[in-house]
């Protein structure tokens, strides 16, 4: 199982102990997961922190409780293969199930596989 980081920056914030607990198990996992089931490896972690934006003001960025993972050199089928598995297996708020935990979307960087944690509870496992 292998996690890259775009950036020293990055791997450096991966290693500060300010993510989530909760949401570094979730990248933990998927990484072993589409590493095992899509023989895909590593993961590319491109963005963890990111300081309060007005324009994006319900990001779980600045919180450290969000991640997101470059999507754009995996094979066709395998980020939302990984995608689903993600919501399958951990449920963003159990009692709002049409929140998810991980999407794949494009927000004027490119797409990519975001993942997330709320603030008051920790994901269920399915």
């Known amino acids: 199982m292998g996690i ?7 791997r450096e914030e991966w290693e500060s102990g300010k993510l989530d607990k909760r949401l570094k198990g979730i990248v933990m996992m998927l990484a ?5 089931v899509y023989g895909y490896d590593p993961l590319t972690i491109t963005s963890l922190f990111r300081p309060f934006d ?4 319900r990001s779980p960025h600045p919180h450290w409780r969000g991640v997101d993972i470059r999507d754009r050199d995996m094979p066709n089928g395998v980020a939302d293969g990984g995608v689903g598995w993600c919501n ?23 797409s990519h596989i975001h993942l997330q944690v709320m603030a008051e509870s920790s994901p269920g496992l399915s």
């Open 32 to 36: 072993e997961y589409m590493e095992n």
């Open 88 to 110: 399958w297996k951990f449920k963003y708020d159990p009692k709002r199930p049409a929140l998810r935990t991980a999407l794949r979307h494009n927000v004027g960087q490119g």
């Open 4 to 10: 890259a980081f775009k950036t020293d920056l990055i």
């Open 54 to 57: 007005a324009k994006n003001p």
